[in-house]
């Protein structure tokens, strides 16, 4: 279970080894405050997001999060994966204006500040492009960050928007709701008052601060455990209506073409599924030993239940240890512990949720859905180790 | 409970209020990845740290994290507090070495690459300088920022020291354990064996990603619910001995001079405490009606159990509403609702953790360890709302 490679430490004979004093307790540091808003070190400048590799566009557009370098189930606000439409707006937040209109009793606007002074909640939640991993769906990326980096997780602090819709009162006819954001691409969707009602918030603040404003400052929706695009960002309106808008967004667009030449519309919940993040594509092992295979874990259904983990392709499994807190509809990080005896080995992770669901295999899944679908994939994702101990992502 | 501030939607007649479309829908946005490493709104300028009021010194100095501007337990990176005594030293992480040695069986002394290869864990643990508030004995700070910044809130991820340490081998005679940092000061502090078996941490990572330069990268000692220095930064060394080292850190600083001439030493654990963070100092109610007090509770010895609010200087108090999750020796938010009428109020919190401790008064605080103390200061804190509105630190 432990390391090997720990270096005997070697005094010289005349000085303790506490006298062996590095170069950088020699001199003063760094003042404080420098800058007052802190950075990373500069030895992590490769740790950011990246576009999709081949795509030229920049505002209709994606970066990914490095989630090969994340520790822990946060991500932090700088490595938040993006999905713009129309590029990212510059709202100032006293000018911006949330209308409540159509099946109410009465249309409302609000600014910031009235909406901030409504009760507050504070939740973690994932939060996934339902085009993460779709490039496995034929191809195959070369790092986690290319395949699942359309992924993160943030501590969310909103108002609950079913408070906010009551103050409005809500007529009985309203089944649905459109979210439209103030970006040029006017990001619109149409979303069940039943969800509305239940766990939606209006969130204006992640991970401790105001949101950045590429998540949709000074506003955006949360709709926890629902595919990305429906957590509208710089909100600027929601629509009762008693039938969905059919917008762009929900018919030319994420929907799921099936096999018998139908298509599915309004998959909104994003299904179990897992990855591992180390070792995972890209990477090499630094030699046989002790690896422990770290990963995420997640469902829009609710807790992650249980994670299995393979290192012969799904021939045998162990059940993987999960960190605490097991949150729902949050990233859960898994660990593993590993004895790579140097022979080549084939990585996979297996997710339960809480409803009993399992992740499916790529195979069962292409069977299920074929492939003219772009969207909801979350097949179980292998990571080859070869006896070099390089990573690579294979289909297995 | 709801604001009455939000206007009615006024749409011109000939006009869908959805028409008053705002400028900055008419343009494309900002690109994707614009920075690769995102940063907070423009906007949000003016939410950073700050220095002590009144001390020049830049590298044995503190800045202090602007609570009255954050939401939720977690503190993001770039506002969590400094506290250095030699300035922040800039460590390349590949030349970086943590010795194991004194009453061990072998010393050892690890890379990072060996540290990393153990196993991890994450937990979300406050990080608090016993000098925090300490400016209530006596005077009283402007705003929160001011009084209570010297605390914060992470994820950290690292390996338990317990497993490090067994490496070494640890030899019976060993009680206690010296800690030192690579900075200029050598910040050194002497650490129960019992709590280095406990829950101690060889922390490298925070929030998500490798720790920041000024929270001790590439690694620090984290000790979950101990006094904020003990918790060594830029960790270089750890010698296993049979008695305490009498450090500088221990004797002439980080004691409590008590009425009767003797002095605390070794006060380790922070108890429990709380802070209102909105409404604070500084900050002005928009007019009578629905206000949400908000603020957060922690204690070094496990979880808050309850929070109380008073409105009234502490005659009469209610429960307030904890935000889940509420996890040991962390940040836990609690809100609690107010209908204000206008009248000046003094708003109040008192903290009770799991083993039943309850946050003193300032002046219990005060009748039992006199006046000459610096530390450890966790009395309950006031905030005096004024007929206008205007919030400001009292002593009541």
Same mark, same amino acid.
């Given at each position: 279970?432990?390391?090997?490679?720990?270096?005997?430490?070697?005094?010289?004979? #005349?000085?303790?080894?506490?006298?062996?004093?590095?170069?950088?307790?020699?001199?003063?540091?760094?003042?404080?405050?420098?800058?007052?808003?802190?950075?990373?070190?500069?030895?992590?400048?490769?740790?950011?997001?990246?576009?999709?590799?081949?795509?030229?566009? /920049? /505002?209709?557009?994606?970066?990914?999060?490095?989630?090969?370098?994340?520790?822990?189930?946060?991500?932090?606000?700088?490595?938040?994966?993006? &999905?713009?439409h129309g590029?990212?707006?510059?709202?100032?937040?006293?000018?911006h204006r949330l209308l409540v209109h159509g099946l109410v009793d009465r249309p409302l606007a609000f600014?910031?500040?009235?909406l901030?002074?409504?009760?507050?909640? +504070?939740?973690?939640?994932?939060?996934?492009?339902s085009?993460?991993?779709?490039?496995?769906?034929?191809?195959?990326?070369?790092?986690?960050?290319?395949?699942?980096?359309?992924?993160?997780?943030?501590? @969310?602090?909103?108002?609950?928007l079913a408070?906010v819709l009551q103050e409005a009162g809500i007529d009985p006819r309203a089944k649905w709701l459109l979210a439209e954001g103030a970006d040029a691409a006017a990001m619109t969707r149409s979303i069940p008052m039943e969800k509305a009602l239940d766990?939606a918030l209006l969130v204006?603040?992640?991970?401790?601060?105001?949101?950045?404003?590429?998540?949709g400052?000074?506003l955006r929706l949360l709709l926890?455990?629902f595919e990305g695009n429906t957590n509208i960002k710089w909100l600027r309106r929601l629509k009762l209506a008693d039938s969905p808008f059919m917008t762009r967004e929900e018919t030319s667009k994420y929907t799921?073409?099936?096999?018998?030449?139908?298509?599915?519309q309004f998959t909104f919940?994003?299904?179990?599924?897992?990855?591992?993040?180390?070792? +995972?594509?890209? *990477?090499?092992?630094?030699?046989?030993?002790?690896?422990?295979?770290?990963?995420?874990?997640?469902?829009?259904?609710? &807790?992650?239940?249980?994670?299995?983990?393979?290192?012969?392709?799904?021939?045998?499994?162990?059940?993987?240890?999960? *960190?605490?807190?097991?949150?729902? #509809?949050?990233?859960?990080?898994?660990?593993?512990? @590993?004895?790579?005896?140097?022979?080549?080995?084939?990585?996979? +992770?297996?997710?339960?949720?809480?409803?009993?669901?399992?992740?499916? /295999?790529?195979?069962?899944?292409?069977?299920?859905?074929?492939?003219?679908?772009?969207?909801?994939?979350?097949?179980?994702?292998?990571?080859?180790?070869?006896?070099?101990?390089?990573?690579?992502?294979?289909?297995?």
């Amino acid at each position: 279970m432990l390391p090997t490679a720990a270096h005997a430490a070697q005094p010289d004979g #005349k000085h303790e080894a506490s006298d062996l004093v590095p170069l950088w307790t020699k001199a003063q540091g760094r003042p404080i405050l420098s800058p007052p808003y802190g950075q990373p070190s500069g030895y992590e400048a490769k740790v950011v997001r990246v576009p999709i590799p081949g795509r030229t566009n /920049t /505002t209709a557009a994606a970066s990914l999060t490095p989630l090969q370098n994340l520790y822990g189930i946060i991500t932090p606000n700088g490595l938040v994966f993006e &999905r713009h439409h129309g590029g990212v707006p510059d709202i100032p937040p006293e000018q911006h204006r949330l209308l409540v209109h159509g099946l109410v009793d009465r249309p409302l606007a609000f600014d910031m500040n009235d909406l901030q002074r409504f009760p507050s909640v +504070s939740r973690m939640h994932f939060l996934e492009c339902s085009g993460n991993s779709a490039g496995e769906w034929k191809a195959k990326g070369s790092t986690v960050q290319i395949t699942h980096g359309l992924l993160s997780c943030c501590e @969310w602090t909103g108002i609950p928007l079913a408070i906010v819709l009551q103050e409005a009162g809500i007529d009985p006819r309203a089944k649905w709701l459109l979210a439209e954001g103030a970006d040029a691409a006017a990001m619109t969707r149409s979303i069940p008052m039943e969800k509305a009602l239940d766990d939606a918030l209006l969130v204006y603040a992640q991970n401790g601060e105001m949101l950045r404003p590429e998540q949709g400052y000074p506003l955006r929706l949360l709709l926890p455990g629902f595919e990305g695009n429906t957590n509208i960002k710089w909100l600027r309106r929601l629509k009762l209506a008693d039938s969905p808008f059919m917008t762009r967004e929900e018919t030319s667009k994420y929907t799921d073409p099936m096999p018998d030449g139908t298509a599915r519309q309004f998959t909104f919940v994003m299904e179990a599924k897992s990855v591992i993040v180390r070792p +995972s594509g890209g *990477q090499t092992l630094r030699g046989p030993g002790f690896v422990e295979i770290e990963g995420y874990a997640w469902s829009g259904r609710g &807790r992650i239940r249980r994670v299995d983990v393979s290192v012969d392709a799904g021939r045998t499994w162990q059940e993987a240890k999960l *960190q605490e807190p097991v949150l729902p #509809k949050c990233l859960t990080a898994f660990r593993a512990p @590993w004895r790579w005896d140097g022979a080549p080995a084939v990585l996979q +992770s297996r997710a339960m949720d809480e409803t009993g669901y399992v992740q499916p /295999t790529r195979e069962a899944l292409i069977a299920a859905r074929g492939l003219e679908s772009y969207y909801h994939f979350n097949g179980i994702q292998s990571w080859q180790v070869g006896g070099n101990g390089a990573v690579e992502n294979v289909h297995a």
